[in-house]
């Protein structure tokens, strides 16, 4: 029929497959902060409001200084500083840190539309020009591969980033001693803490890095691909790193094929001009797959054995 | 620090703040309105859009503000005075929000209170059939019933806009520039992103496709939505795809989401058309906009309230009284597209052809 | 913790039903001030009046002090229509919290409600006020307890964390009611984004009689949308309680809660508890769509689409230590602030949004003093029952990390 004609002709073109990959690294940066959050053993569901957080001072910061470097690390120093009332309240109040995320969350929302309206009355930031904004890289030669290099090498520099990102946080948490000491002070704290390890400080520096990772996912969506701060921009992206997180088992690559499926789903919605099947039928597809999967693989979701119990020296 | 601790900050701040509220409540902090003249207070509630979409809320803003001397729209944008009222804006940013926020207006007996967006017509039609001695005017719609049937409250100005006759003027530019292969791209292939399916977005779409349909027969014509009015990357992504499919000539009907397509049609050097409001700014890639002019029809509904000749009922705007036009923006126009622009307005204005009004 | 000690060695009087109370209160009151107190120096940094802020703010949550020209009988209805569906929906958050699951789902289990009943509302619509009307609820219920169920089954058979099915389900949910209401089988004859309307009498009364000519306060009756859903969110907090405090059920929830070793070892089936809490979960928040459909909007808009009542319920279940008075307390005062922003809006010319961080703020300064005072334990989004793998898993960790750190002792000697 018509419609499955679309959607087969729509799969071969590069397009929706380059929209995958781009909204997939958007949503890969916040899930491997989580990761790396969760592994030191500190619940992190605050993904949204950090980078909605980073995206705002991205905009304000390139607006003002017209740079593009300095704005991608204030809105990483941003989301960083979001993150550290969560690792303070969680760590050093011992708080529930669901309680605290939930409130980062709220936090965000409200303290970037407050801020906007302070510094640009009722709701205008206006537009990032293109040339301070984060710009698409086109690697020479590779780029006119067919079909391939329209996908892989024609990006956003963030995708990129995202992808270096990825390697080296994979690498970090099962390849080196520091990635080792992480998820020990995730798994039994109370060995590491005998071992030497400080808790605190692992846990701090994870929780820290799980901001500037989703402020950077901010900056991306706000002066990558928008170019403007909107209020809400986020739109729940921070929830889907999280799901992507729990769903890759805790782990970057598991987290990297989530992101992708989540990013088809978007892409495909986006190609609705195309297709003669109900956009909004569509759209469900990705979350409806990763429902199919869950209940087809019988798999207990193991998270970190002392995920979100705070740390108390002696305590066990 | 202590439970009791906490406890009692937290009771000597509620002590503190009941005294303050005692001490302060009973005198009149601010005054509304009530100097010796009887100024005309006017309240505009803008739909989810937003103030600074830099079009459709924005221009009835701009109505406002241009009659407005006093009032919270004076410190979002400059004040002309031109008719001396005072002029608060309220932004809703939900559905839900557009009862309260009309209702708000309507019980603080405000002269006027209008109501931007079809999305509004139910909400108007409740609250004007509560007060029927305040005067409404909707912006796009009437007063309806859950149903969609007008009213017809007497006290309610519907203001509607053909669309597909600025549409139109905006799609023969497109049509004749594919044809003469003065696009970009060279694909005689254009597209067009809708917010959401409503038919003043509709209307907008249809007389654009009519239009360069008529310039060009064998054009290729895209046509998605965002669901979506406020938000540019939802936008970006619908014009991404038309972009990768060929299209170099992008309409955006979505408000201020639609400054996302301007902007990705502006990141791949292709050309874009404005809606609403002049639109040259946005984005290099503007090469026209499509005008629908609310501010006219603001500040004509506000004057009609001043001077006593307020109507309820509806009154249209179309290119036969100058309510909609385009605006040529980034690009020269060739001359070609001026002399097709010269004959269809004629044509559309002597009624000799009529533009579509609703898409497939 | 010192204080504890002190207060146990000091001699007295049991503490009275008051003093229990006020000490049942006394932490999340205390948090609220302290809130308020760090909103003031906000307002006042920004070049805001704190006092005028919160004036206008109590104005719009209260209808006390209002001094912009706001009747404040109709800012008390309002808040009364902000905070009914809360009330469901914090419930429908706080039950799996007492098991010791996180619903995030209530927003998705909230849309399959008001679908539901919008459905029966529509094409059932010839039938009685009397039996439409709670069919219409019941519809509702059932809609969202499916949603709910669905999420409980996924996470008894096949141990599928409930944080992901919940956010999947909500999306799906989502795009379902566009696909409904845009172009689809619900929609109003002639295209525009929302469902018909349900027939009059699946209509929840208004408190107030619904007539333009009655004259309430100066201002005509309708004008007041507070409707008898309040009834029905109340009711339904009292069946809250008694489930969870009365009923063995409720028992087994708050077992399974505390800990789902232990549970087990008493007889409760685990499984079967968390899938029956996401079911009366789910029916609860799909009610609170139910009742906003036939209370409120008494048709489907896309509004739902980006309706955050079903999140603002995971902070009001929050702050509502998760009980049901705790509920209904911690609703109205979200509620109050959700009018009370717009009016600090337009009389104060504060930004609104100084309405969210007040929120936020409320719940850090409870989080901050939880683990102290409460006997709550919520769910980490990562905790699950200590498998033997993972414990395993942990182990071999524990020694690699001694491995390695020995490593690094005989590197430096």
């Known amino acids: 029929m018509n419609a499955l004609k679309d959607v087969l002709q729509l799969l071969v073109t590069p397009g929706v497959w380059h929209a995958t990959l781009q909204a997939g690294a958007l949503l890969l940066l916040p899930a491997l902060g989580g990761v790396i959050s969760e592994r030191s053993g500190v619940v992190n569901i605050a993904m949204e409001g950090m980078m909605l957080t980073g995206a705002f001072f991205a905009v304000v910061i390139d607006l003002a200084a017209h740079n593009v470097l300095l704005a991608v690390l204030g809105a990483m120093v941003a989301g960083g500083l979001m993150a550290l009332i969560h690792a303070v309240v969680s760590i050093r109040y011992r708080a529930d840190q669901i309680v605290s995320g939930v409130a980062i969350n709220i936090f965000a929302a409200g303290v970037t539309v407050f801020l906007l309206n302070r510094f640009y009355g009722l709701s205008d930031v206006g537009q990032v020009p293109a040339r301070d904004a984060l710009p698409n890289v086109t690697v020479p030669l590779l780029s006119d591969v067919p079909f391939l290099g329209k996908i892989f090498f024609s990006q956003n520099i963030m995708v990129y980033v995202a992808v270096v990102l990825l390697i080296a946080i994979q690498v970090l948490l099962f390849r080196t001693r520091l990635g080792l000491r992480i998820r020990a002070v995730g798994e039994h704290p109370q060995a590491a803490d005998t071992a030497g390890i400080n808790v605190y400080l692992l846990r701090y520096g994870a929780v820290a890095s799980s901001g500037l990772l989703s402020g950077l996912a901010g900056a991306f969506l706000a002066i990558g691909v928008s170019n403007t701060f909107v209020p809400g921009m986020t739109d729940g992206r921070g ?78 | 620090m202590t439970h009791s601790r906490v406890r009692l900050l937290g009771a000597g701040v509620a002590m503190m703040l009941a005294l303050f509220m005692a001490a302060c409540g009973g005198g009149n902090i601010g005054t509304t309105g009530g100097s010796t003249a009887k100024t005309l207070k006017v309240g505009l509630v803008t739909d989810t859009g937003g103030l600074n979409d830099k079009s459709f809320n924005h221009l009835a803003a701009l109505g406002l503000s241009k009659a407005a001397s006093t009032g919270n729209i004076c410190s979002s944008l400059t004040c002309q005075g031109q008719l001396g009222v005072q002029g608060d804006v309220v932004e809703s940013h939900a559905n839900s929000d557009y009862v309260p926020n009309l209702t708000n207006y309507a019980q603080k007996g405000y002269d006027l209170v209008i109501g931007v967006g079809f999305l509004m017509a139910e909400s108007i039609g409740t609250v004007s ?86 310039a060009d027969p064998g054009i290729k014509l895209l046509n998605g939505y965002s669901n979506n009015f406020s938000d540019p990357t939802k936008c970006a992504g619908v014009a991404d795809d038309q972009i990768a499919h060929g299209a170099d000539i992008l309409f955006q009907v979505a408000g201020g989401c639609g400054n996302g397509v301007l902007t990705e049609a502006g990141k791949s050097n292709l050309y874009s058309i404005g809606v609403d409001a002049d639109q040259k700014d ?79 | ?151 409980g089954l996924l996470k008894a058979v096949t141990g599928a964390h409930e944080v992901v099915t919940t956010i999947m389900l909500n999306f799906v949910a989502q795009w379902f009611l566009r696909f409904l209401i845009i172009g689809g089988p619900l929609q109003l004859p002639h295209g525009n984004s929302r469902s018909s309307p349900i027939s009059h009498s699946a209509v929840l009364p208004t408190l107030l009689p619904h ?167 919520l769910p980490g989004v990562g905790r699950t029952p200590l498998t033997p793998e993972a414990d395993a898993a942990a182990a071999a960790l524990a020694q690699e990390v001694d491995q390695s750190a020995a490593a690094d002792d005989k590197g430096i000697a």
């Open chain 1, 239 to 316: 929830y889907i790193a999280l799901a992507a997180m729990i769903f890759g088992k805790w782990t970057p690559v598991g987290a990297l094929v989530a992101c992708l499926i989540f990013g088809f789903g978007q892409a495909v919605y986006d190609a609705n001009s195309s297709i003669r099947i109900s956009q909004y039928l569509l759209s469900m597809t990705p979350y409806l797959l990763t429902l199919i999967v869950l209940a087809a693989v019988v798999r207990r979701s193991s998270p970190p054995a002392a995920d979100g119990i705070p740390y108390v020296p002696g305590a066990e």
């Open chain 2, 129 to 214: 059939g509560q007060f029927p001695n305040i005067h409404f005017a909707i912006i796009d719609g009437t007063g309806t019933d859950a149903n969609g049937n007008d009213l017809k409250h007497s006290n309610v100005a519907g203001l509607l806009f053909k669309e597909q006759d600025a549409g139109a003027l905006v799609g023969t530019i497109a049509g004749v520039l594919e044809k003469s292969g003065a696009d970009p791209k060279k694909s005689n292939t254009i597209g067009s992103v809708g917010g959401i399916k409503i038919p003043p977005v509709d209307h907008y779409i249809a007389g654009y496709q009519w239009a360069a349909k008529l």
């Open chain 2, 282 to 360: 946005v984005d290099k890639s503007v090469i026209a906009s499509a005008l629908k002019r609310v501010d006219v029809a603001t500040f004509d509904a506000i004057k009609s309230v001043k001077d006593g000749s307020f109507k309820g009922g509806i009154t249209t705007f179309g290119l036969d009284n100058d309510g909609v036009g385009y605006q040529a923006d980034n690009l020269a126009l060739p001359a070609d597209v001026m002399a097709a622009l010269t004959d269809i307005t004629a044509k559309i204005k002597s009624g000799a052809l009529t533009p579509d009004s609703t898409v497939p």
């Open chain 3, 211 to 377: 007539d333009n000519s009655v004259i309430v306060f100066g201002l005509p009756a309708s004008v007041y949308r507070a409707h008898t859903g309040l009834i029905v969110a109340l009711a339904a907090a009292a069946f809250f309680a008694f489930l969870l405090w009365r009923t063995s059920l409720g028992y087994e929830i708050r077992a399974v809660g505390q800990s789902q070793r232990a549970a087990r070892y008493g007889g409760i089936s685990v499984r079967r508890t968390l899938v029956v809490t996401m079911l009366i979960a789910g029916a609860f928040a799909g009610l609170a769509g139910a009742v906003q459909i036939a209370g409120v909007d008494h048709n489907l808009t896309d509004q739902y689409f980006t309706d955050t009542t079903g999140f603002d319920a995971i902070a009001v279940a929050l702050l509502g230590l998760n009980s049901a008075v705790g509920i209904i307390l911690a609703a109205t005062l979200f509620g109050a602030l959700h009018g009370g922003g717009s009016v600090m809006q337009s009389d104060a010319g504060v930004s609104g949004n100084l309405v969210y961080m007040l929120q936020a703020l409320i719940l850090f300064s409870i989080a901050a003093n939880f683990l102290r005072s409460v006997q709550l334990r």
């Open chain 3, 1 to 151: 913790m010192a204080a504890a000690a002190k207060r146990s060695a000091r001699r007295g009087p049991p503490p009275t039903v008051f003093r229990r109370a006020g000490r049942a209160l006394g932490i999340p009151l205390g948090s609220v001030g302290l809130a308020f107190l760090a909103g003031a120096v906000i307002v006042t940094v920004t070049g805001g009046n704190p006092i005028l802020a919160y004036q206008a703010l109590i104005c719009g949550g209260f209808g006390l002090v209002c001094f912009g020209g706001e009747q404040p009988a109709l800012q008390i209805s309002n808040t009364i229509v902000f905070l009914t569906p809360l009330i469901m929906a914090g419930i429908a958050v706080a039950l799996p919290f007492r098991a010791g699951m996180f619903n995030i789902g209530a927003e998705g289990q909230l849309i399959m409600g008001a679908i539901a009943a919008t459905t029966v509302g529509i094409h059932l619509g010839g039938w009685p006020a009397f039996a439409l009307l709670p069919l219409v609820l019941i519809a509702g219920s059932l809609a969202g307890a499916a949603w709910g169920g669905i999420v």
